[in-house]
């Protein structure tokens, strides 16, 4: 059997379906993304169910329009990826069942791709192989976990969040100031309106050395300093436009904050000089500054994810070559892990 040229990605994890055809050079010959924001909105967040019916819509179509875009046929397509977890167990069957019954098909490879990881492939993906060893950091609507990466396909749990994740923490935070879902993308326009120093959020963990995040207390801060301390007998300051705009600053540099410090804390406790960053929050222009500035103030290497590439995607299941390269075949009777990782 000649060796196979083509991967064709899918990614079906939460609420965007995608398809990828990526060449084994890594190029990106076409990245499709079907989001299901609108499906969404009006429930403020992901309804599962819905997730996983729009996957089963969407998939066929997504796929012929990689293929198309790519200008290749299915047939010369020599390796099958696919998202297995983390993610919602309905959303990563439909784009597990379409993988599986691909590589039945055609008789080609099965990789199944754990899409944190490939969040941080991402970074791998823009700036070439030699990235390793490095601290990974992915900050998403799901998770908020630093890793120890000595390959791109070795990586060890450093510390994740204890409640919310980063962007669901955005997402919340939004809604209580009265923006659409997904909400991180409007708290940081709204956010560039007002004053980060006007109201200050607690920095949880931002002091002690564990390598371990908590957004709930940051987050029921800015509903209450937006809505008003239950119990209490003052009235809460109106959330004018401009109140709003300094709230969504002031939790925007808190967030952002420990974030960036946290990484900090993860390069001197590993001692390595690259950092990597991915996941749909690393798309935030405040924290992407500040991960810049950290990084030539500190003298290491900082890779951010190129924004087409932080939120979910499938080309960054490009990740599925390293897994095919070193023989890590996953079987037709393979299942999804959809729990969060510990
Ligand atoms: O990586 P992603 O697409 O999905 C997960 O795997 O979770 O991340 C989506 C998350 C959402 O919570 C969204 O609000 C957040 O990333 N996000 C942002 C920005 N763009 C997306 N958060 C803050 N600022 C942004 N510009
Ligand atoms: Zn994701």
């Known amino acids: 059997m000649t060796s196979p040229e083509l991967l064709l990605s899918l990614e079906s994890s939460c609420d965007e379906t995608a398809a990828a ?10 990245s499709i993304v079907a989001t299901q924001h609108e499906l969404h909105e009006r429930f403020g967040g992901v309804v599962p169910e819905i997730a996983s019916r729009a996957h089963v819509d969407r998939i066929l179509p997504v796929i012929d329009e990689a293929l198309r875009i790519a200008d290749v046929k299915l047939s010369d397509i020599g390796v099958i990826a696919v998202a297995t977890q983390p993610g919602l167990v309905g959303s990563l069957l439909v784009g597990l069942t379409a993988a599986k019954t691909l590589s039945l098909a055609l008789d080609v490879p099965l990789v199944a791709v754990n899409h944190v990881w490939a969040h941080l492939y991402a970074c791998r993906m823009a700036a070439g192989p030699d990235i390793f060893p490095a601290v990974g950091f992915v900050v998403s609507g799901g998770h908020t976990h630093l890793f120890d990466c000595r390959s791109p396909v070795e990586l060890t749990l450093l510390g994740a969040t204890l409640d919310d994740a980063a962007g669901e923490a955005f997402d919340k935070v939004a809604q209580v100031l009265g923006l659409d879902y997904p909400g991180g993308p409007l708290l940081e326009k709204l956010a560039a309106q007002g ?14 050395d564990r390598l371990q995040f908590s957004f709930s207390g940051l987050k029921t801060a800015v509903l209450y300093a937006a809505r008003g301390t239950p119990g209490s007998r003052e009235a809460p300051i109106p959330l004018t436009p401009a109140r709003k705009a300094d709230l969504a600053a002031g939790f925007q540099a808190a967030a952002v904050e420990v974030l960036v410090g ?28 500040r991960l810049t500035e950290m990084a030539e103030r500190r003298g290491i290497r900082l890779v951010i994810a190129p924004k087409e590439l932080c939120t979910d995607n499938a080309a960054m299941g490009a990740l599925g070559w390293e897994l095919y390269e070193r023989n890590q075949f ?12 510990r």
């Not at 996953?330 to 990782?341: I, N, Q």
């Open 330 to 341: 996953a079987p037709l009777d393979c299942d999804v892990l959809p729990g969060l990782m």
């Open 21 to 30: 055809v990526i060449h084994r050079d890594r190029r990106v010959l076409s």
């Open 195 to 208: 004053n980060p120093q006007a109201i200050h959020f607690p920095r949880t963990f931002l002091n002690e």
């Open 262 to 289: 946290k990484c900090e804390q993860a390069l001197s406790q590993t001692g390595h000089r690259t950092l990597c960053v991915g996941g749909g929050v690393a798309a935030n222009g405040v924290f992407r500054q």
